[in-house]
């Protein structure tokens, strides 16, 4: 007699109705009231069919929960429940142990392009440049600035790397990534030059601190449909805080109007902020609406700033417990707008909404080191933007292209599989451990999971999944959206 248990999954409600989020398929179920108590009843203990329809059967007819059962067996909710054996064997390789170069290369995205490791801020908390920064940008062997030359290997290198793919996405960053503006230029020009020779489309993409925005640059980036995003924090005592000068002074009072001149005249491509989330008070929605509507920006999205966890400036427990609570009610804000068809601009949960619908279950958590990679100035090719310039973090040059048996055992090492503490959580088909930077900075290891915030991640993705569950009942075209391909990796 075969016995019934529950396959890993998460209830959640949406709607007024209960949902379930399937772990090993990452697909999303409504529940009807015979489907919900056969999970629960399963979830508490296997038991045998004749069991579980005897138990069930005061509130359901049979006929009812033998279908639901095979259709719940069908979509593979449940299943036949086999006993762990105690001593169970390691898990196996990820990869096969066929030779390297007989595995097809993964085609790179998006190139992140570091035109720069020079800043003319020096925001307290910033990665590249605190406490915690892992390349020495001020003595180590990295020219400041990337040169012509190296961009043009760059190009060269993104063009063939990116194999089959028929857009080719650059993103341009720093430090201050407008210092090397005139590099900036002349690669958007041979890219495209380049990119029309070999049949291919290339987007570009800048992240900028907005300090040395100018008329000049601001009709450059328009023309050419060059996608911005701003780090920004928010309102002037909120921005000041942290993001600073060399000589302490504030940056909101140069910025906001240079902003406001963007948006203004770059009218090609929506423009977002990104904000970097920090220890103290928070107030997101305040920050959200700031801004949304007194500043102009298309979309926010927030980052838990990344240190380690002893520094003023990390966010604590009870700080992250604070920011879900205010994710929550944006979010809920969010719902109520794409209900309506009306536009929102809280671009974290609408990426995750994405993801979701699009049934994304990681091996790795973002694609560093596989479609997205980081270039140093001096051309070396490393995991992704944040360890670009970093020895050990390093794949291979753009001049030289990637060192494959590396970047293999980089991916075989952070597969999901090898990360055990993760083996039991719901939420790993969108996490799979975290961002590696944020790893490396907390634990010195980027293959340790983060799991520092896993309450966090967990919190936020059950938010993520009701609001998914409300829209699929109260207005289910404005998930049709995301039915199109993923374009660019994400940076954040
Ligand atoms: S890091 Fe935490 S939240 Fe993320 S998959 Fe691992 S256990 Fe889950
Ligand atoms: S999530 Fe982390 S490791 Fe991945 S690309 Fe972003 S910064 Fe790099």
Redo the contacts with the bound molecule.
């Keep these: 007699m075969i016995t019934l248990g529950a396959r890993e999954h998460h209830r959640f409600e949406a709607a007024g109705k209960p949902f379930v989020y399937l772990v090993p398929s990452a697909a999303i179920f409504a529940l009807d009231d015979a489907a919900d108590a056969i999970l629960r009843t399963l979830s508490e203990r296997p038991r045998t069919r004749e069991e579980l329809v005897a138990e069930l059967s005061a509130r359901h007819d049979h006929a009812e929960l033998d279908d639901t059962i095979s259709e719940l067996a069908r979509v593979r909710a449940i299943g036949e429940f086999v006993a762990p054996e105690r001593d169970s064997a390691p898990p196996p390789k990820i990869f096969p142990l066929a030779p390297i170069e007989s595995i097809p290369p993964f085609p790179l995205t998006t190139m992140v392009l570091n035109v720069t490791n020079q800043c003319n801020l020096s925001c307290t908390y910033c990665y590249e440049y605190s406490e915690d920064k892992i390349v020495d940008t001020e003595n180590g062997k990295q020219p400041k600035f990337m040169s012509e030359e190296t961009a043009r290997q760059s190009v060269e290198f993104m063009l063939k790397e990116s194999g089959d793919n028929k857009v080719a996405h650059i993103t341009f960053f720093g430090g201050e990534t407008l210092l090397n503006f005139p590099v900036l230029q002349k690669t958007i020009a041979y890219a495209r030059q380049r990119g029309a020779e070999v049949g291919k489309e290339v987007d570009f993409s800048l992240t900028t601190n907005g300090t040395l925005l100018k008329p000049e640059i601001i009709e450059f980036l328009a023309e050419n449909r060059v996608g911005v995003t701003i780090s920004i924090d928010g309102p002037r005592e909120v921005q000041d805080k942290f993001r600073v000068f060399h000589n302490g002074t504030g940056s909101y009072d140069v910025v906001a109007p240079k902003i406001r001149e963007l948006l203004t005249r770059h009218r090609s491509r929506p423009i977002g902020a990104r904000v970097t989330l920090t220890s103290g008070p928070l107030d997101i929605k305040r920050i959200y609406r700031h801004l949304t509507e007194e500043i102009g920006f298309w979309e926010v999205g927030f980052a838990p700033v990344t240190t380690s966890p002893g520094r003023g400036h990390a966010i604590s427990e009870q700080g992250y417990d604070d920011m879900l609570g205010q994710f929550r009610d944006l979010a809920h804000e969010f719902l109520e707008y794409s209900v309506e068809n009306r536009h929102h601009g809280f671009s974290n949960v609408k990426e995750t909404l994405e993801e979701i619908h699009k049934g994304m279950s990681k091996a790795f958590?973002?694609?560093?080191g596989l479609g997205?990679m980081g270039v140093a100035t001096d051309g070396d090719v490393a995991?992704?933007?944040?360890f670009a310039g970093s020895d050990a973090h390093k794949l291979g040059t753009v001049a030289g292209g990637i060192d494959r048996s590396v970047q293999f055992a980089f991916l075989e090492k952070h597969h999901i599989a090898n990360k055990t503490d993760c083996s039991t959580c719901w939420a790993r088909p969108l996490c799979s451990g975290g961002?590696?930077?944020?790893a490396h900075t907390r634990y010195g290891e980027t293959s340790r999971p983060n799991l520092h915030y896993c309450d966090w991640i967990r919190g936020w993705t059950d938010v993520c999944l009701q609001i998914y569950g409300e829209l699929s009942e109260r207005n289910p075209g404005f998930l049709a959206q995301f039915d199109e391909p993923t374009a660019a990796e994400r940076?954040?």
């Design positions: 958590p973002c694609g560093a997205l995991l992704c933007h944040r961002c590696y930077h944020e940076v954040s």
